[in-house]
Every structure is written in C-alpha cells, then in structure tokens.
T-cell receptor, first 114, second 114 residues
Framework: DAGVIQSPRHEVTEMGQEVTLRCKPI?????LFWYRQTMMRGLELLIY????????DSGMPEDRFSAKMPNASFSTLKIQPSEPRDSAVYFC????????????FGPGTRLTVL | QKEVEQNSGPLSVPEGAIASLNCTYS??????FFWYRQYSGKSPELIMS????GDKEDGRFTAQLNKASQYVSLLIRDSQPSDSATYLC??????????????FGTGTLLAVQP
C-alpha cells in the first residue's frame, strides 16, 4: 500500500512568495495532520482535519498560514507571503479514525525561504 | 513542566547492549503512547504503540508504561549500529487545549557504537 505522499520534496523560494505544500493521505484514513519540524522547536502540530473538517488549528503560527482539505484524498498547506523564519521541514501524517491513534508520516517537504 | 519530556542525549551504547529510552508526560488523562524512530533527514517512523500499563514486546523492542508515575520507556535489546537515530515519544492529551491530540517530545538521540 502507498504511504502518505507529499509534494514537493524540496522547495526553495524567496521571501514574499507564495508556497503551497501538498499531501495525499493513506487511503481509508480519515484524520490528517500537518506538522512543522525545526531544530529549535522540534515537531509541532500546525493543524489537523477529521473527515475533511479542520478540528484544531491552534498551532498555525499566524494568518499567513492556511490549510484546506477539499476531499478525503488531498490537502494543501499554503504560506503567503513566506518569510525566512518559515524555513523548516513540513510533514503530513494520517491516521485511521482517531485523532489520537497511530499516525503515519509522509516523507516531508524541506522548505527554504531565502 | 514540559508536556512530554525526554532527555535529548546523545545516549551512547555499545553494540549488543540494551538501550533504555525514557519519557515523562504531564497529562494524567493520557491514554495513547507511541514511540517513533527518526533517522537524520527522514520522517518519523512508528515503531511501538502502547495503551495499557505494563510491558509490550515486539522483536528487539519493549515498551513499558506506568500511568501512575506518568512514565513510558522504550528498551532496545541487542542494539545495532542501524538503531542509531532520534527516538520520539508521543502522548495524547488536551494539554490546556480544546482538543485531544498527540504531543511529541523533542527526542533522544541514540548512538550505537560498533
């Protein structure tokens, strides 16, 4: 079975540009999570969806960040405008049924904002 | 007190020894506990889940849970150099928020010396 799929794997952009990260969860999973990982702050939950509905977005750092899940097989995380401090690895994870159940991570997107 | 706390390490053990990784958590109502392994430059990989007090064994890995002490540990028997990675503890809980979600520790770096 295919795992969680993320694209792009690497993104280098300039400050002020819009960045869109994409995620396809594992088929049949109905919870989807976006995380950010940095050396300083570790792995932080940004937002999670259950049955395509955003449940908790308290981790989204500011209004420049937005996330959508238009259907069960696709989600996007958008940063507009991007800033150098947004440089990090962004992971998408999915889980079957429970937001607190086993989560399976995608390979991540390494974002560099110059 | 941190929500989920781990010693950052590095924990250095000789090949063939038992590696013991520890994690404490602050939410007494937590019900789900996970250990993830993360190699440098890769995504977290789920290796153990535990939900009840006591021990759970899977191959060379044993997870131990003590809810009264709010403590969860991971033992790796017959450690191999390929076990060298960062091990993340994840615990569910509300942690002052409105929703129940997984909170990750900052991870313990394990180095197995050949």
């Amino acid at each position: 079975d295919a795992g969680v799929i993320q694209s792009p794997r690497h993104e280098v952009t300039e400050m002020g540009q819009e960045v869109t990260l994409r995620c396809k969860p594992i088929s049949g999973h109905n919870s989807l999570f976006w995380y950010r990982q940095t050396m300083m702050r570790g792995l932080e939950l940004l937002i999670y969806f259950n049955n395509n509905v955003p449940i908790d977005d308290s981790g989204m750092p500011e209004d420049r960040f937005s996330a959508k899940m238009p259907n069960a097989s696709f989600s996007t995380l958008k940063i507009q405008p991007s800033e150098p401090r947004d440089s990090a690895v962004y992971f998408c994870a999915s889980s079957y049924h429970s937001p607190t159940g086993e989560q399976f991570f995608g390979p991540g997107t390494r974002l560099t904002v110059l | 007190q941190k929500e989920v706390e781990q010693n950052s390490g590095p924990l250095s053990v000789p090949e063939g020894a038992i590696a013991s990784l520890n994690c404490t958590y602050s939410d007494r109502g937590s019900q789900s506990f996970f250990w993830y392994r993360q190699y440098s430059g890769k995504s977290p990989e789920l290796i153990m889940s535990i939900y009840s007090n006591g021990d759970k064994e899977d191959g060379r890995f044993t997870a131990q849970l003590n809810k009264a002490s709010q403590y969860v540990s991971l033992l790796i028997r017959d450690s191999q150099p390929s076990d060298s990675a960062t091990y993340l503890c994840a615990v569910n809980g509300y942690y002052g928020g409105a929703t129940n979600k997984l909170i990750f520790g900052t991870g313990t770096l394990l180095a197995v010396q050949p």
